[in-house]
């Protein structure tokens, strides 16, 4: 007798990979809402728990940034003062050093705007923190800086008497200030007096005061990238201590310019003429940069010394824009030679002051062909009937070479007699704040001094590329309304040249609450 018996499969008491293990699911104890309860803060979801949970505490909401008026630079504790922009990356750091994290980080910081004049910089701070082994909780935060005012140790010291340690003293031996304007708007332009602690006019010149020697030497080699000069440097002893062979000096550098200047006429040493390419002696110097420019406006042929080489051997200028003549052209006609901008032509012109009085015209060779026409009015030197006191014109006349060629007439620029004299301009320069101390300018002084700044206002529209190293600015808009009104009144024609009005700057320093 045989039985059949079913015997089953055998089946295997591992867990099963396919059946997902089901998580301890709870509730939340303010909210109702389902969360794992093995990841849980004290029984809460993470919406509820950062209610009560606050990890910006410790951190302050307020604090004082001290701010020196004098300089705009900030105070960075203990003692240092740094430059910052409003809203820069170097006030945000400074910011942020304020502040206690209590063992948070910072994971974003940004600047909310505010009024300028509220005195308060707004910082919107977005912290971190663990809150468990394996939670991080982010919060975000504001805080307020309350901007105070405090006098860094360099500008009270500034107020004080004898704190300089260094000084430069800048000179130009000439009878006009126009190349002492054009150096002012230089240094306005790239900021070479931002660490002056004064700046003093002096016969001939203007003294610079600095309060360590690194800044005056830095201040000497701005100079000496724009201008032709010749530096000089002397040191006092100021005090010494015996014990320790401690001294203490005050350094003084003088830098002299070069007195040559832009229309200048000069009469170059035959020796140093031959070397420049064998150019005429006779020149006119149109340009003053790092080194100085000369033009023959008889052949167009431009040469350049630099301040090494001339002060080898210095020579003084023939004549300068207070010895110029207006002249009249009767006749021009191009010659053909052409230079850049410079057109050569032969002229043929009356002294304006002959006008009507005699028939005398005079011929010359001029650079600027392509800007005169008969009728135009050009300024010029008179070398025909005039004795100048210079040795080097005096080798000119006495040469073989030379003497049948120097001119009766030297041209210089093209004049605009038509301009009104006190005519309201829409731009402006700005002029450096200098202490004129014992040197108060006397009535006459005074009214060269306008003279001087006349001129170089003038220079500044006639002569584009000398615009270049010079910021305009646009007048007040008030200001502006009132010259318009006051020109409508004005008789004559002006025909001048303009400034464009693309070429101003915005001046923010005088804007207004009306302005903006």
Known sequence: MS?????????????????????????????GAPIDGTTAIDAKCYDCFKLTKDISQGIQREATLHFCRDCDRWLQPPSSWVNAQPESRELLALCLKKLSLNRTRIIDASFIWTEPHSRRIRVKLVVQAAVADDRVMQQALEVVYVVAYQQCSECAKSYTANVWRASVQVRQKVLHKRTFLYLEQLILKHGAHRETINIKEAKDGIDFFFSARNQAEKFVDFLNSVVPVRVKKSQELISEDSHTAKKSYKFSFSVELIPICKDDLVALPIHLAKQ??????????????????????????????????????????LADAQDLVEFIIMDCEPAGSTRGKWILAETQLARAADLGVNDKTYFARTHLGGLLHAGDSVMGYMLTGTNFNNPHFEALEESHTYSSRIPDVVI???????????????WKVKRMAKDEGELLPKKADQERMDRDFEQFLQDIEEDEEFRHGVQLYKQPRKKQLDEMSMMTTDDGDDDGPHIDMDELLEDFDELTMEDQ
Do not use: E
């Open 276 to 317: 420049l390419g064998n150019i005429s002696p006779l020149a006119i110097c149109y340009r003053v940069g790092t080194s100085i420019n000369f033009l023959d406006p008889n052949t167009l042929q431009t040469a350049d010394i630099s301040a090494p080489v001339y002060w080898r051997a210095p020579f003084a200028a």
């Open 3 to 31: 039985m059949d018996i079913d015997v089953d499969d055998p089946i295997s008491i591992a867990p099963s990979q396919d059946v997902v293990g089901t998580t301890a699911t709870i509730f939340c104890c303010d909210c």
């Open 412 to 426: 210089v620029k093209k004049h605009y007699p038509n301009r009104r004299r006190n005519r309201k301009r829409q």
